[in-house]
């Protein structure tokens, strides 16, 4: 995920950084909205007795899980590979306005914890 040129126009790095950014919180955002939905279905199947069902609303959840914890990993390898051609604030402030949840699983607060450390 490099912040690197691609093709023969020449792009801005801030400008190519603020999209890989911003690529990355709605991706992270969109796999959360997912996995909400996967908790959901597998509370309601839980007590099902149709074991299969079962089985395979859990399976969607350990899935979405892991993917959602993959996404945080890009979000925040992202954000400190934008912290090289991009203002902090400005960094923040991005991910504050595609994210304006107040939990300590928001882009903003990932995002801020991966530039603090």
Same mark, same amino acid.
């Given at each position: 995920?490099?912040?690197?040129?691609?093709?023969? %126009?020449?792009?801005?790095?801030?400008?190519? $950084?603020?999209?890989?950014?911003?690529?990355?919180?709605?991706? &992270?955002?969109? @796999?959360? =909205?997912?996995? %909400?939905?996967?908790?959901? /279905? #597998?509370?309601?199947?839980?007590?099902?007795?149709?074991?299969?069902?079962?089985?395979? %609303? &859990?399976?969607?959840?350990?899935?979405?899980?892991?993917?959602?914890? @993959? #996404?945080? /990993?890009?979000? !925040?390898?992202?954000?400190?590979? $934008?912290? =090289?051609?991009?203002?902090?604030?400005?960094?923040?402030?991005?991910?504050?306005?595609?994210? =304006? /949840?107040? !939990?300590?699983?928001? %882009? $903003?607060?990932?995002? =801020?914890?991966?530039?603090?450390?």
């Amino acid at each position: 995920m490099s912040l690197s040129q691609s093709g023969s %126009a020449p792009i801005d790095p801030k400008t190519e $950084a603020r999209r890989l950014l911003t690529e990355a919180i709605t991706s &992270y955002l969109q @796999l959360c =909205k997912d996995l %909400a939905a996967a908790t959901e /279905r #597998a509370t309601a199947m839980s007590s099902s007795t149709d074991s299969a069902a079962r089985r395979s %609303a &859990y399976q969607t959840l350990t899935e979405l899980g892991d993917q959602v914890r @993959l #996404a945080q /990993r890009r979000l !925040t390898n992202t954000a400190r590979q $934008a912290r =090289k051609v991009m203002p902090l604030a400005e960094i923040e402030d991005v991910a504050k306005k595609l994210d =304006k /949840r107040d !939990t300590t699983e928001s %882009a $903003a607060v990932l995002v =801020k914890a991966a530039l603090a450390g």
